[in-house]
């Protein structure tokens, strides 16, 4: 990790941070590397995408066909990582070799502002696209400027998650210099789509053994030659069931950016920028976040009490249909006490990780009883897929919330 590491935050030539990206994943000794680039669908993003082509995807990656070698890509407004893209990205890439062997899977995640000088000094997110005044990110400002609209939302329900309204601390002047607000937006956003990625890896094993590295980064979009910094790296070897994921880079917090000049270039840094950690346990911190919060028990339900008393009788802790019991208690609970059942199934694995930005809202809002009926209902099915003991825990602690 450290030969990558050493380019966060750091502005470099796109090239510069493709190779280093190919030396790391030659050097993991993979048999077969494969990639996952996303980038903003802004025309300006063209760069970037060509120079990882070029330095990383033609060195590196099996072809598709003789003249076809590519990354898995999306592009979407803003950037954002569309759930369920990695694992068909390493399925695509999980060839024969790898089963006996290993794959390297690299992720790399561009968001991008533009970069103009003025006499004032450079200028981030204005830009003259073909002549006339626009902003790049586009998505990032319309997020900002507090447009309505399907992407922005979805940009703003991650920039408030985990109890840190993201947004605010950019729209706040004593927070944020309004001179780097569209700078550290873009920082902000690589990080937290990199952490959506990282909760998939959480979420699936793949289909090979792999390791993973993912690189959130920006692109700076200049006048001239467009460059990039590094934002962190995680580095996830998920070859066992054991595996684990490390981090090491900025961290996701905008008012902690420190940005300054280094001749034609720009570092950004925070407090906690060299320091290692382990990926984070949304599971846990979205049952210890409610955990701690103040609940009110409802009132007894008759209903709850029947059940109990058939779990107890019937031993269908042990019993094959253990799963429709479940249901049927969720049934209940999802009338009397949503947000506590909906906090259970995300812990215990029955509801995917791709809830977690919205789950750990839910898990603070005791108003949310309605988002979080929604979410029961859409992952009801998934309690036949948990093991026998994750569902006895399911129903364990949905009895025990009303019962003691």
Not at 28 to 33: D, K, L
Not at 286 to 295: A, I, P, T
Request: one cysteine or more; glycine letters at 8%.
């Amino acid at each position: 990790m450290d030969q990558l590491t050493e380019f966060v935050g750091a502005e470099h030539g796109l090239d510069v941070g493709a190779r280093a990206l190919k030396d790391y994943a030659q050097r993991t000794g993979a048999p077969v590397v494969g990639a996952l680039h996303l980038t903003c669908s802004d025309e300006s993003e063209r760069e970037c995408v060509e120079a990882f082509q070029r330095c990383f995807v033609e060195p590196l990656l099996p072809g598709l066909t003789p003249w076809n070698k590519s990354a898995f890509r999306t592009s979407t407004l803003g950037g954002r990582y569309e759930w369920g893209s990695l694992p068909i990205a390493e399925l695509h890439f999980a060839t024969v070799l790898t089963q006996a062997s290993f794959k390297c899977m690299v992720v790399k995640i561009n968001a991008h502002v533009s970069v103009t000088q003025t006499a004032q000094g450079p200028a981030y997110g204005p830009m003259a696209r073909y002549g006339v005044a626009s902003t790049a990110c586009g998505a990032l400002h319309a997020m900002l400027e507090g447009v309505r609209i399907p992407f922005a939302d979805d940009l703003r329900e991650m920039f408030v998650s985990e109890g840190m309204d993201r947004l605010a601390m950019l729209r706040d002047p004593e927070c944020v210099d309004p001179a780097y607000r569209h700078l550290f937006a873009s920082v902000a956003n690589a990080r937290l789509q990199a952490r959506r990625v990282v909760l998939e890896i959480q979420d699936r094993a793949p289909t090979s053994p792999t390791v993973y590295v993912v690189v959130p980064s920006v692109t700076l979009n200049r006048p001239g030659y467009d460059t990039e910094f590094v934002c962190g790296v995680y580095a996830a070897d998920v070859r066992t069931d054991q595996g684990v994921i490390e981090y090491c880079g900025l961290g996701d917090d905008p008012s902690r950016y420190v940005m300054r000049c280094e001749g034609d270039h720009i570092r950004v840094a925070d407090d906690g920028i060299g320091a290692r950690r382990v990926a984070r346990d949304h599971r846990r911190l979205v049952r210890d976040v409610w955990s701690g919060g103040e609940w009110t028990p409802p009132p007894p339900d008759e209903r709850i009490t029947k059940l109990k008393q058939d779990v107890e009788q019937s031993k269908h802790h042990n019993h094959p249909y253990a799963a429709a019991m479940a249901e049927t208690l969720l049934r209940v609970m999802s009338d009397v006490s949503p947000i506590p059942a909906a906090v259970a199934l995300f812990a215990e694995g029955a509801m995917g990780l791709c809830h977690a930005h919205k789950m750990h809202r839910i898990a603070r809002d005791a108003t949310a009883e309605g988002e979080a009926r929604q979410l029961l209902g859409d992952v009801k099915g998934r309690l036949k897929e948990l093991p026998p003991e994750r569902t006895r825990t399911v129903i364990e602690w949905l009895l025990a919330l009303h019962l003691g």
